[in-house]
């Protein structure tokens, strides 16, 4: 556990339960970012916060979807960021972390589920360097770590983005390598935009409501903030859905391709078919083993026989170039 309570115009760093209870008591501000479950952490969520049971398992427990849920003390948020454990990747590793908020009039709790969550850290060096923002209040410093996990959506995108350009040059290519490796990548990355898709359909919901300040712990200035964040937040939506449509539009023009590509093998090996058929008709008559044939004995017979078969394929490679078939 790591708490920040703003003591007059200065922010004490403390690790201490009671500390924090203290601070309550005297109606301090203060900001507590729990670590793991723990016997101590749950008592002073229900004794000296008063936090509703239910409201404390969703805060330990890993929910799965966004939701908000408003009492009469303190309102309950819970949202999802991004995690990449590794930013180099060809791919994009995607997945959600968990933050747990809850919002009162004079305290902000928080529990990510993940420490890869990057939004916590900065919000708190920053309060360090300057309590400015948690002399504003609990609200406010709720506003700055939502709008640095929605800003943490962006390079994401982009690198979405960044892929399905490569796709799109992979099936342009058409090599039987890039047929192997694009099917795979297609179906990943669609999966990973489900599942982002999911997440931010509900996100999306709660910071609207956020923005429309149906609840009493958001100051009515700071709803044009949380108004912003939902606006950055609605792109980054639509974006998700045109980036899951362009990827079953791949998905698509990837299995045309291919068909396209089979087409002109069969084209070829068919025209090779009709090619061979008339001479191996021709071979096969010569090659039968009757006695009384006229060319057989025919000095000029061998001769005639490739001249047939070589006339054959010249008048068919011609009738189909008029076709145009080849």
């Not at 990827?247 to 002109?264: G, I, K």
Request: hydrophobic share 45%.
């Amino acid at each position: 556990m790591h708490a920040l309570i703003l003591v007059g115009d200065n922010v004490v760093k403390t690790d201490s339960y009671s500390d924090v209870a203290a601070a309550h008591a005297a109606g301090q501000t203060f900001w507590i970012e729990l670590d793991e479950r723990c016997e101590e952490g749950t008592a002073f969520l229900e004794k000296s916060l008063h936090v509703h049971p239910l409201a404390i398992e969703d805060v330990w427990n890993d929910v799965g979807l966004p939701k908000v849920e408003d009492f009469d003390e303190y309102v309950q948020i819970i949202i999802h960021g991004i995690r990449e454990d590794d930013k180099t990747s060809r791919e994009v590793p995607l997945e959600l972390a968990e933050l747990d908020l809850l919002i009162g009039k004079n305290f902000l709790v928080t529990h990510a589920h993940d420490d890869k969550v990057c939004a916590i850290l900065p919000v708190q060096s920053e309060i360090l360097r300057n309590p400015r923002l948690l002399k504003k209040g609990p609200a406010w410093v709720a506003h700055a770590i939502m709008d640095r996990m929605v800003d943490e959506y962006m390079p994401l995108i982009d690198r979405f983005d960044v892929q399905i350009e490569e796709i799109e040059e992979q099936i342009l290519v058409g090599s039987a390598k890039s047929d192997r490796e694009v099917i795979p990548r297609i179906i990943r990355i669609k999966r990973s935009l489900q599942m982002l898709r999911r997440t931010t359909i509900y996100q999306r919901e709660i910071l609207l409501r956020l923005a429309r300040a149906e609840f009493d712990e958001i100051p009515r200035e700071l709803v044009p903030f949380y108004r912003d964040v939902y606006d950055h937040f609605a792109r980054i939506t639509e974006l998700v859905d045109s980036y899951r449509e362009l990827v079953t539009s791949l998905l698509e023009a990837q299995f045309s391709m291919q068909s396209s590509r089979m087409n002109e093998v069969m084209k070829r090996l068919t025209i090779m078919s009709t090619i061979m058929l008339p001479l191996s008709v021709v071979a096969g008559i010569y090659g039968m083993n009757f006695e009384h044939m006229p060319e057989l004995k025919w000095m000029y017979g061998y001769p005639f026989a490739i001249g047939l078969m070589a006339t054959i394929t010249v008048t068919i490679l011609v009738w189909f170039k008029a076709k145009k078939w080849i």
